[in-house]
């Protein structure tokens, strides 16, 4: 039997207009740089509405309140999720806040999403999953790559077995930082794998599912908390999934899904809209074009599709289910237990 051929071309983009969306009343639990990326984005693309934010302090709540015209600022976490303007939180704290901040939100009777990664572990995530289900509540990672309009196209490119059997799984992340960043802090869970790692380790199981076996090895950066970890995975079927972050270098921060009969390989910065070219055997290619933006050009994706679920009745999203993110830190904890990295919370 001959090799199967490229499409003669790429599939639109399921992807519904997020201006589309059921318009929700949203609170901001956080007031740093991911909070004001996402009340951007949420202002520039959607109809969603930032009803109020919540912070330690008034005076940071209030600044945050003036620069995006927030109508009410909290000074207290508690406060917020209290509000009965609010429908739904997004928390943005510092990601050993993750699970406890989730957790406030939820006993609150708000649905809730969740910066990435979810929880410092799979336990935590474990439990955020219970709480949500026994409060009825949707909470959902916001691993806002898993939402984008281009993923949506390797979707079904894989559904469609264009690619044929898998076997290959590529991906890096790697930034250098510096002097006090909050990723070199051993005190806010540093270091490469929760921050940078989800994106290759949240890929790699997204694409091939639940491991068999997992190999990491790390090295560690001067203020104690770890500067570049490799993983190699094994899966069902001898697929294999090498995966690479670092903090203390820039890297490709490229991908690639690779088949028996093609492979999609993926431009920087592989997680965010951009480009990608799947090719074949015979050196055939497809191309895949978008404008390549950060942030606040890809955030409301995630914000939009909760937004249609909580207002089908829904508690879940098939594009990043509770059980996606929990396996995913189970990929990360068995890592963490090789290299010994250790956050403080767990200790």
Not at 325 to 334: F, H, N, P, R, W
Request: hydrophobic content about 40%; glycine content about 8%.
């Amino acid at each position: 039997m001959g090799r199967m051929a490229l499409p003669t071309s790429l599939p639109a983009a399921r992807t519904p207009d997020p201006t589309q969306a059921p318009p929700l009343r949203w609170g901001i639990l956080g007031t740093g740089w991911i909070a004001s990326q996402f009340t951007q984005a949420l202002r520039e693309h959607t109809t969603q509405r930032v009803a109020a934010v919540g912070s330690r302090s008034t005076e940071s709540a209030a600044a945050f309140a003036d620069r995006f015209e927030v109508p009410t600022a909290h000074g207290s976490y508690d406060a917020l999720v209290a509000d009965e303007g609010v429908d739904v939180v997004y928390v943005a704290t510092p990601h050993n806040f993750h699970h406890p901040d989730a957790l406030r939100a939820i006993r609150a009777g708000k649905h809730v999403l969740i910066e990435k990664p979810i929880a410092l572990n799979a336990d935590q995530a474990r439990e955020i999953e219970a709480e949500a289900a026994r409060a009825g509540v949707m909470a959902m990672e916001a691993l806002w790559t898993l939402f984008l309009p281009k993923f949506d196209v390797v979707r079904q490119l894989l559904a469609d077995g264009v690619l044929g059997s898998l076997r290959t799984v590529l991906a890096d992340h790697g930034q250098y930082f510096e002097g006090d960043h909050r990723i070199l802090r051993p005190d806010l869970a540093g270091g490469p794998m929760l921050d940078l790692m989800t994106y290759p380790a949240s890929f790699a199981h997204w694409v091939l599912g639940e491991p068999t076996e997992a190999i990491a090895r790390t090295t560690w950066a001067p203020t104690g908390v770890t500067g570049q970890t490799a993983i190699m995975l094994t899966h069902p079927g001898d697929a294999q999934a090498l995966l690479h972050s670092s903090v203390v270098s820039p890297t490709p921060t490229t991908a690639a899904i690779c088949g028996e009969e093609a492979m999609i390989t993926f431009d920087p910065d592989f997680y965010i809209p951009g480009d990608f070219t799947v090719s074949d055997h015979t050196g055939a290619t497809l191309r895949y074009t978008e404008p390549k933006v950060a942030h606040t050009g890809g955030l409301h994706y995630q914000a939009a599709e909760l937004a249609r679920r909580v207002a089908a009745g829904e508690t879940a999203s098939p594009l990043r289910t509770l059980t996606d993110s929990v396996q995913t830190m189970a990929i990360m904890d068995e890592a963490r237990r090789q290299i010994g990295e250790v956050y403080a919370e767990e200790r």
